[in-house]
């Protein structure tokens, strides 16, 4: 499964992975999704959110287990981070035929679209359909740096986006969603185990700030007479890390649009988009105030207005604790549990069916990157982990 994912979205200098949303290379994925489904005898679905499904049993009993992730990707992103859900919840499931169980619930695997926004600036948005917290009308308002909106995006690549929104029907068929994940850190390396659990995603949300100059000619303006909003951007790149490390947090300014961004031209425009995550909602709200009032203050020094636009946010997700302690009995109860920074769509589902998630070790801890890695060894260790848990739910 590896290898025939391994060329698909992959660019050929960065070495990393473009798998955006209703794109060709996010359609190659899907069609790997459903090959692999038909040749395990699975019924394949395409929910009307762009999400796709692999039942077995029957999907209208009830009370199913799911499991599985995404396939799309961050710009330049790694192989595992999503991918790894997916081919663990084949994997498991070959495994668990191979021991020769009988199920007594439906077991469904899925692939969720557009986890990552990396199209269309809104991570999740195929979970977050689902489960109603994207409305049909704010997501017909996403679009991407060409200006394609999603609707035009999905019907380019032959899905109809006129039912999108949220699926009761369909959540009322799950009982429970375990989603298998590569680490984002190195938390089990340090511990030295190859399988955690998920305790909690923290809270975090995207953030917007326009720092709105003068542009002037950059050879024959004098410094003083200047309106540059780069300075003030940078002056608020350092103080994001500053605040961070007072609140415990991280925040991150990763993506940046410049005006009219020429060389020899002073920006009248420039965009950057601040990424901040925490352990508890007051810390987030700590960091972020923080690096408002510091931004405020170097625009105001620099004679430039600034304008700050909250994009998303997601609130502390604790897991089901009951859910989570049923892994744990069924992992041998020394499985460590620890929190993550990073979003899932077990995240988003968790307000609306009971989810949990399982990490597998990532040595370097490095992810949204092609250095991003999981040893073979670990990966089986996954596979196994996700294979005892889905016996113990769908098998009793």
Same mark, same amino acid.
């Given at each position: 499964?590896?290898?025939?994912?391994?060329?698909?979205?992959?660019?050929?200098?960065?070495?990393?992975?473009?798998?955006?949303?209703?794109?060709?290379?996010?359609?190659?994925?899907?069609?790997?999704?459903?090959?692999?489904?038909?040749?395990?005898?699975?019924?394949?679905?395409?929910?009307?959110?762009?999400?796709?499904?692999?039942?077995?049993?029957?999907?209208?009993?009830?009370?199913?287990?799911?499991?599985?992730?995404?396939?799309?990707?961050?710009?330049?992103?790694?192989?595992?981070?999503?991918?790894?859900?997916?081919?663990?919840?084949?994997?498991?499931?070959?495994?668990?035929?191979?021991?020769?169980?009988?199920?007594?619930?439906?077991?469904?695997?899925?692939?969720?679209?557009?986890?990552?926004?990396?199209?269309?600036?809104?991570?999740?948005?195929?979970?977050?359909?689902?489960?109603?917290?994207?409305?049909?009308?704010?997501?017909?308002?996403?679009?991407?740096?060409?200006?394609?909106?999603?609707?035009?995006?999905?019907?380019?690549?032959?899905?109809?986006?006129?039912?999108?929104?949220?699926?009761?029907?369909?959540?009322?068929? @799950?009982?429970?969603?375990?989603? #298998?994940?590569? +680490?984002? %850190? $190195?938390? =089990?390396?340090? *511990?030295?185990?190859?399988? &955690?659990?998920?305790?909690?995603?923290?809270?975090?949300?995207?953030?917007?700030?326009?720092?709105?100059?003068?542009?002037?000619?950059?050879?024959?303006?004098?410094?003083?007479?200047?309106?540059?909003?780069?300075?003030?951007?940078?002056?608020?790149?350092?103080?994001?890390?500053?605040?961070?490390?007072?609140?415990?947090?991280?925040?991150?300014?990763?993506?940046?649009?410049?005006?009219?961004?020429?060389?020899?031209?002073?920006?009248?425009?420039?965009?950057?988009?601040?990424?901040?995550?925490?352990?508890?909602?007051?810390?987030?709200?700590?960091?972020?105030?923080?690096?408002?009032?510091?931004?405020?203050?170097?625009?105001?020094?620099?004679?430039?207005?600034?304008?700050?636009?909250?994009?998303?946010?997601?609130?502390? @997700?604790?897991?089901?604790?009951? #859910?989570?302690? +049923?892994? %744990? $009995?069924? =992992?041998?109860? *020394?499985?460590?549990?620890? &929190?993550?920074?990073?979003?899932?769509?077990?995240?988003?589902?968790?307000?609306?069916?009971?989810?949990?998630?399982?990490?597998?070790?990532?040595?370097?801890?490095?992810?949204?990157?092609?250095?991003?890695?999981?040893?073979?060894?670990?990966?089986?260790?996954?596979?196994?982990?996700?294979?005892?848990?889905?016996?113990?739910?769908?098998?009793?």
């Amino acid at each position: 499964m590896w290898a025939e994912l391994r060329p698909i979205g992959r660019d050929a200098e960065s070495k990393g992975y473009r798998r955006y949303a209703w794109t060709g290379a996010d359609a190659e994925c899907r069609a790997w999704f459903e090959d692999q489904a038909t040749a395990r005898g699975l019924t394949y679905e395409l929910d009307r959110n762009g999400n796709q499904w692999a039942w077995l049993g029957d999907p209208a009993a009830g009370d199913a287990v799911v499991t599985g992730s995404h396939l799309d990707s961050v710009p330049d992103g790694g192989a595992f981070d999503g991918p790894l859900g997916v081919v663990s919840a084949f994997a498991a499931l070959d495994e668990l035929r191979h021991r020769g169980v009988e199920f007594t619930k439906p077991l469904a695997l899925t692939n969720f679209g557009d986890e990552e926004g990396a199209r269309f600036g809104l991570a999740c948005v195929g979970s977050r359909l689902t489960a109603g917290q994207l409305t049909r009308e704010a997501a017909y308002e996403l679009r991407d740096g060409d200006g394609i909106s999603l609707p035009q995006a999905m019907e380019a690549a032959g899905h109809d986006p006129s039912a999108i929104g949220r699926d009761d029907e369909r959540l009322a068929r @799950i009982g429970a969603y375990v989603e #298998l994940h590569v +680490e984002q %850190g $190195r938390a =089990l390396d340090l *511990s030295g185990d190859a399988v &955690g659990i998920a305790s909690a995603i923290w809270p975090h949300g995207r953030w917007r700030f326009d720092f709105r100059g003068e542009a002037n000619h950059a050879g024959t303006t004098r410094l003083v007479d200047r309106r540059d909003p780069m300075l003030p951007y940078a002056e608020t790149v350092l103080a994001a890390r500053r605040e961070a490390e007072l609140a415990g947090a991280v925040a991150t300014f990763g993506k940046i649009a410049v005006e009219p961004n020429g060389v020899n031209a002073i920006p009248s425009l420039v965009r950057g988009w601040l990424d901040s995550r925490a352990p508890s909602p007051d810390d987030l709200d700590t960091t972020v105030t923080a690096i408002e009032k510091a931004a405020r203050e170097y625009a105001d020094r620099h004679g430039v207005d600034l304008a700050v636009v909250r994009e998303s946010f997601t609130p502390v @997700i604790e897991f089901e604790h009951a #859910l989570r302690d +049923e892994l %744990g $009995r069924l =992992l041998g109860g *020394s499985v460590p549990v620890l &929190g993550t920074g990073a979003g899932h769509d077990a995240g988003i589902l968790s307000s609306v069916i009971p989810t949990a998630m399982l990490f597998v070790r990532n040595p370097t801890g490095v992810s949204h990157s092609p250095a991003e890695f999981a040893a073979e060894d670990d990966c089986v260790a996954g596979v196994k982990a996700l294979a005892d848990v889905l016996e113990g739910l769908a098998c009793r």
